[in-house]
């Protein structure tokens, strides 16, 4: 199984080992940043002071003003994320929009989809599709620098994630930021009860928009993980991120960096918020290390929040092989069912 996840990793060949950069110019546009100017803080001090700040009132940090410019053409939905970049084409989110046929009497129910990184702009659609046709409104949302949105510069999504530290910390936010405001277009379409499906990247953003928005009650984390700096650290797919950070910063450097994205600071705050998450991981996973994964699920137990967890007898990308993708679907479809 870890050959065949290691073959799968193989097969992109366009990987760039990019250089080191603490980004601070992507930290003009944070909240935090108003009230912390750099002064004489060195790079890795002023970030980690933005870091704690953005923990100490997270719902600041990813908080917004929802778009006034929603667009649905024919399956297309589009608005202006309220995070600007210097990129026009991440400015714009795409949500590819999968209508469910409504049954009388029935509640309206919808999820967010969000992929995992590098996903094309037709990947998760089966899934999404499948969701329809059991009653399951879905919206496939692009997420930050992929696919539709992608900078022409690029051939991968390399700054959704990579050793530029801040920039990777602006499009998490974006990424959250652009989830809820799908949430506000989902109600304001009349939807009643709504949830979110996140796999591996998505899966991160997920959790962090679930946190931050008590309206996604019903959760599929599909590959959970702990400290976003681990699994870069660690991560099969990431080395040649590891290897632009490496002589630059330590772990324990890079976890502090990522601190105000990595989920572990929030679950906590999770435990009480009475969602209903199903947690799926892969036994052999080498980009988000089994191990991470049973850390995540050691810590729903010890703090004792219900939660459903499903590990599949595979790894990270042979998730999305048959005959996991299937058994992947329908976990994912079942407990969104039972549970909107």
């Known amino acids: 199984m870890y050959d065949w996840d290691a073959r799968l990793n193989a097969v992109s060949t366009n990987r760039v080992v990019r250089p080191f950069d603490w980004g601070l110019e992507w930290t003009r546009q944070w909240p935090t940043a108003a009230r912390f100017p750099q002064n004489g803080h060195d790079p890795h001090g002023y970030l980690k002071l933005l870091n704690q700040a953005g923990l100490e009132d997270s719902d600041e940090f990813f908080g917004y003003r929802t778009p006034s410019d929603f667009v649905l053409d024919g399956n297309r939905l589009r608005f202006?994320?309220?995070?600007?970049?210097?990129?026009s084409e991440n400015n714009t989110v795409h949500g590819q929009w999968f209508p469910a046929a409504q049954k009388p009497g029935k509640r309206r129910v919808a999820a967010v989809v969000l992929p995992h990184w590098n996903a094309s702009a037709q990947q998760h659609g089966a899934l999404c599709a499948g969701m329809a046709k059991f009653g399951i409104n879905a919206l496939r949302v692009s997420l930050p620098y992929h696919d539709y949105r992608m900078p022409a510069e690029l051939q991968r999504a390399d700054y959704a994630v990579s050793s530029n530290l801040?920039?990777?910390?602006?499009?998490?936010?974006?990424a959250v930021i652009d989830t809820r405001c799908c949430v506000d277009w989902l109600e304001q379409q009349g939807f009643e009860s709504i949830g979110i499906v996140g796999t591996s990247l998505g899966s991160c953003y997920a959790y962090?928009?679930?946190?931050?928005?008590?309206?996604?009650?019903?959760n599929v984390f599909a590959h959970c993980s702990t400290y976003v700096a681990d699994v870069v650290w660690e991560g099969l797919s990431t080395q040649h991120i590891r290897q632009g950070l490496e002589s630059n910063v330590t772990l324990e450097q890079l976890r502090e960096?990522?601190?105000?994205?990595?989920?572990?600071?929030?679950?906590?705050r999770y435990a009480q918020m009475g969602k209903k998450p199903l947690f799926l991981y892969a036994r052999y996973d080498t980009t988000f290390p089994t191990r991470f994964s049973e850390q995540v699920l050691a810590k729903a137990r010890e703090l004792g929040f219900e939660h459903r967890a499903v590990a599949l007898p595979c790894g990270h990308y042979?998730?999305?092989?048959?005959?996991?993708?299937?058994?992947?679907?329908y976990h994912i479809v079942n407990h969104l069912k039972r549970n909107l």
Do not use: C
Request: no cysteine; net charge positive.
């Open 166 to 174: 801040a920039r990777t910390i602006d499009a998490t936010r974006q």
């Open 208 to 218: 962090l928009a679930s946190v931050h928005d008590p309206r996604l009650k019903v």
């Open 80 to 87: 202006t994320s309220p995070v600007k970049t210097p990129y």
């Open 257 to 268: 960096a990522w601190d105000v994205i990595s989920p572990p600071n929030y679950v906590e």
């Open 318 to 329: 042979s998730l999305g092989e048959a005959p996991f993708k299937f058994m992947a679907g």
